[in-house]
């Protein structure tokens, strides 16, 4: 079932930022490697490689510091019109309805942010396009 709510600066639908890989796997299948990325340090260890992950079924994506099952995911995204926020607000709204609903965002002319990027926080953001969003990225801003 697509669909479910986006908690800002949490999660979207049932996949929340910090999720391991396995519990994800165990819950809604394996999902399909979108991208990986080496790690330069260790090149032979695929185990190391930083992966996005697409999830069709839940029409979501998810980024994971590690290729390893017990790897966190650290950005969600999602195009789905299907995830709103519990005040309406997701793919298709308008950056009006996006700063009504939550007062707190800040905008400019490419996105809406919700929450301030500070090391270990989850920053929301609602991408935009023609003044509307275009898809919803939750990520965790790095430690260091």
Known sequence: MVGGIIVPGGAIGPIA??????????????????????????????NLDRVTVR???????????TDE?????????TRSRAYRTRAGV???????????????AVCDAASCRIGRALPG?????????????????LRRTPLG
């Open 55 to 65: 999830y069709p079924a839940l029409s979501l994506v998810a980024a994971f510091p």
């Open 69 to 77: 099952a017990s790897s966190g995911a650290e950005r969600l995204a």
């Open 17 to 46: 930022v910090g999720d391991e890989r396995a519990a994800i796997a165990a819950r809604h299948g394996d999902g399909v490697v979108a991208s990986r990325t080496r790690d330069p340090e260790h090149p032979g260890n695929r």
């Open 121 to 137: 926080r989850v920053v929301t953001r609602f991408l935009l396009a023609r003044g509307r969003v275009v898809r919803v990225d």
């Open 90 to 104: 997701g793919v298709g709204s308008t950056r009006a309805a996006v700063r009504r609903a939550h007062p707190a």
